[in-house]
């Protein structure tokens, strides 16, 4: 991952590079992957099975057989790559910490940015020219939005645990009738759910964000 630049974030040369996945994809399996890998066993029958961990086109480590890709034996063979495609999103580890701060900015609803536009924090953080800064002060001031001003949804406290692991957690609200409401207050936020709420982030958020959609987008954060 790139240090931020320096530049404002509505200027570019981009604060971060991502990879939009589509891309990657094409990348890899254009110049370095020889198999896809898509199966959980290994072996079968005692040889290597086609499409497993062990593919024969990947390279052998067995004096007996020889790569499928370049005929070579486990002497010769350098190794090729593969690839597999995930089955569900994967928070990105190198990202974590960045989508945690733009999950804090953002409505867990509508992905639109918490702090109003009208609030004077907000013309302060348009000022921040580091985009790493600002989106570090945007996290900041929206931690303390209890509910999106645009849409009316109540947010929940967005915490990072055991590494990887993002949480939600909802207020305890009481309804008209003065009873608790019945939800589940505390819940794991699923890469799936985090890549949905990133992928609605408009472009003119993401610059305020300190991204430029062009080269680095939210949701290109989630695997």
Not at 43 to 48: H, L, R, T, Y
Not at 90 to 110: A, D, E
Not at 154 to 176: C, H, T, W
């Amino acid at each position: 991952m790139l240090t931020p630049s320096a530049a404002p974030a509505e200027q570019l040369p981009p604060p971060f590079w991502c990879v939009a996945p589509e891309v990657l994809l094409l990348l890899v399996q254009r110049a370095s992957s020889v198999a896809h890998i898509e199966l959980a066993e290994a072996s079968e029958n005692g040889k290597p099975k086609h499409g497993g961990v062990n593919d024969l086109r990947l390279g052998t480590m067995d004096r007996m057989l020889k790569c499928t890709t370049d005929s070579a034996n486990a002497l010769d063979c350098p190794g090729y790559f593969g690839h597999i495609e995930l089955a569900q999103p994967v928070f990105h580890p190198g990202f974590i910490k960045t989508v945690l701060k733009i999950l804090r900015s953002v409505c867990f609803s509508t992905s639109q940015l918490l702090l109003p536009r009208d609030d004077p924090r907000f013309l302060q953080i348009k000022r921040v020219k580091k985009p790493a800064q600002r989106l570090a002060r945007l996290a900041h001031f929206s931690a303390g939005i209890s509910m999106c001003k645009a849409s009316g949804v109540y947010q929940p406290k967005i915490s990072l645990q055991d590494g990887m692991k993002f949480v939600a957690e909802f207020k305890a609200r009481k309804n008209e009738d003065g009873e608790l409401e019945a939800m589940e207050r505390k819940q794991e936020l699923s890469a799936a759910r985090g890549h949905e709420i990133l992928k609605k982030i408009s472009e003119e958020d993401c610059r305020v964000l300190g991204l430029d959609p062009r080269y680095a987008r939210p949701d290109w954060m989630v695997l």
